[in-house]
């Protein structure tokens, strides 16, 4: 655990390479690491909105949505950002891009909007539904997955043009994915659900459900080693999700997210928490 550089609740973290990460939250909050976390850095965002959504493609170039329309970029680490007008006052939750100029963000009332040009223009796209999203994630360039409030998924195969829901067989709130390759991937939630596709979010089967706990992120280095975060703390798989082991830190508080860089990890959660392993 380290020094908490601020007291602001964290909802997002991303690991950019083995040395660099960001984390976004309240009150305009982004965070940066250039050691692997073990210092951290606290960037000017220019807005005291919570910012929730994070996605970079490299290193250097990425985006942050959140409360309000919100959206940022950054193309020099966080040096600087720059908003963007998202056409939108949906509160957006995620944010995914599929290449360095494609990418979509979702958010409130089923809002999906989507770019072609890095950000600098963005449309609304029909999700076919009106529930909250509350993140996405690309698994090729042409596919990817949004998930609910209500258990299902919204899934696109032409780049985030077009988008059909789907029921995952459960109707618990979905809150977080990870997909470690186009196939394979990974959901958890409400009640404790997680849930597996094994053909790139076609169909899902429930591998666990824990009752009056919570599970907020998931993050995969491969098909077969991941790790949750949540109201319980932490678990961890080597198994692809069939069995799973609670973490010795767990306990330690609402955890909102996890991004993992095998054999490092980062999670992050309220109160500014800042979490990392390295194995």
């Known amino acids: 655990q380290h020094p908490f550089p601020t007291g602001n609740f964290l909802f997002s973290v991303q690991y950019l390479d083995d040395s660099h990460a960001t ?10 690491t250039t050691d692997g976390g073990v210092n951290w850095i606290s960037q000017i965002s220019g807005t ?5 959504g994070l996605h970079f493609t490299d290193a250097t170039t990425g985006h ?3 409360n309000n329309g919100t959206i940022l970029r950054t193309t020099n680490g966080g040096a600087s950002w ?3 007008n998202s056409g939108t006052n949906s509160f957006l939750y995620g944010v995914a891009f599929a290449n360095e100029n494609i990418g979509v963000a979702v958010g409130s009332d089923g809002v999906i909007i989507r770019t072609t040009n890095a950000g600098e223009t963005w449309t609304k796209q029909a999700s076919g539904t009106s529930t909250t999203l509350a993140d996405v994630e ?20 032409d780049g985030g043009i077009t988008w059909t829901v789907r029921a995952t067989g459960t109707a618990e709130r ?6 470690p390759d186009a196939s ?33 992120g998931v993050s995969f280095s491969d098909v077969n080693s991941g790790v949750a975060v949540g109201w319980s703390g932490i678990i961890r798989t080597t198994g692809g999700g069939v069995t799973w082991i609670t973490d010795s830190l767990s306990g330690s508080g609402l955890l909102q997210d996890v991004s993992m860089n ?3 990890g980062l999670a992050v959660g309220r109160d500014g928490v800042i979490l990392s392993t390295s194995d």
């Open 23 to 32: 984390a976004t939250g309240g009150l305009g909050t982004i965070l940066r």
């Open 48 to 52: 005291t909105i919570t910012l929730i």
């Open 64 to 66: 942050v949505t959140g």
């Open 82 to 84: 720059v908003s963007q």
């Open 138 to 157: 690309f698994i090729t360039t042409l596919t990817a997955i949004a998930i609910s409030d209500i258990g299902q998924v919204v899934r696109t195969t």
């Open 174 to 179: 979905l809150t977080g994915i990870s997909f």
């Open 184 to 216: 394979i991937g990974y959901l958890v939630g409400a009640e404790g659900t997680i849930q597996r596709t094994t053909n790139g979010g076609v169909n899902w089967t429930v591998v666990r459900r824990e009752f009056r706990t919570g599970w907020y």
């Open 262 to 264: 095998s054999p490092y």
